[in-house]
């Protein structure tokens, strides 16, 4: 077995932009094999613990069928199923887990709770999503963005192509909206950042350390002018439902619409995590509109997780 040094990945700063080059190169090569039903079985004889304190479908499918194609296999754990759920310290569990497989991937509420298992842990871990981050959906939307506007015939990645773009991102400070901050920091893009008042992105929380790599508009509308890809994401993230109601009334106007959509480039793109509720957070038009590239965006996640779980484990190939 080869010996790889000890990393996580529970951050998108985390890495460098180099080393995003390199994983987005690898997720277009894993991904032609994949839809060239070519076996690519790196990762034989390695366990991946899938552990989830959250709801999930595409993450969990996402990991698991694309540990499965690379030859691998996965326990997966839920708060409700495991000790977890009955006050067993994250510390232990972390010793515990980490002795029995190759490679954790865990979705939880804060950060602090990732960080010490990652600090007790004697293997990666990779953050499936808390509620400051989600990597993993970044690294998804970057690729999906590069594979539209960065990316020659032969699939050579272009990482120039994210350079002064501009990301409009329409509704809650969230996870989502953090991480998209730490890209554009890393990257070289702005995003343009509309949210209704009292759940605006912090700087601190966000991890950032510059300024200039958003900007911050009252107008949902304006925030859209000139973007190369409006995004959105849920009014209400996981963990914070006893909120719906004060929410839904504080975002009615942070819904994107094709107005919206007519206010970015004719060109850009629109993409949303998922889920979505259609009529909340994207008019149905916009979301099953020729601009939209939410299906390839979820499929997308597998292939980078794929590149990403491969760099995890060998390092890197060539
Ligand atoms: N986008 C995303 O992480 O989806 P799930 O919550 O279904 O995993
Ligand atoms: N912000 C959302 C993302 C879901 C994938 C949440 O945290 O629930």
Known sequence: MIKTALRHYLQFKDLTAEDYGYLFQRAAIIKRRFKNYEKYQPLQDRTLALIFEKASTRTRVSFEAGMYQMGGSVVHLTTGDSQLGRSE?????????????DLVMIRTFEQ?????????????????????????QIMADLFTLLEARGMDARGNVDMEALKGRVVAWVGDGNNMANTWLQAAELLGFTVHVSTPSGYEVNREVAGISRADCYKVFDDPLEACRGADLVTTDVWTSMGYEAENEARRTAF?????????MAA??????????????????????????????????????????KALMEWLLIGRIG
């Not at 480039?265 to 916009?286: I, S, T, W």
């Not at 939410?294 to 997308?300: F, I, L, Q, R, Y």
């Open 112 to 136: 602090s709770k990732i960080e010490r298992f990652a600090a007790h842990s004697r293997v990666p871990v990779i953050n499936g999503l808390t509620n400051e981050y989600h990597p993993c």
């Open 252 to 260: 009615a106007r942070w819904c994107v619409s094709a107005e919206m």
């Open 89 to 101: 310290p994250i510390e232990d569990s972390a010793r515990v887990i980490s002795r029995m497989v």
């Open 264 to 305: 970015a480039k004719p060109d850009a793109l629109f993409m949303h995590c998922l889920p979505a509720h259609r009529g909340e957070e994207v008019a149905a038009e916009v979301i099953d509109g020729p601009q939209s590239v939410v299906w390839d965006e979820a499929e997308n996640r597998m292939h980078v997780q």
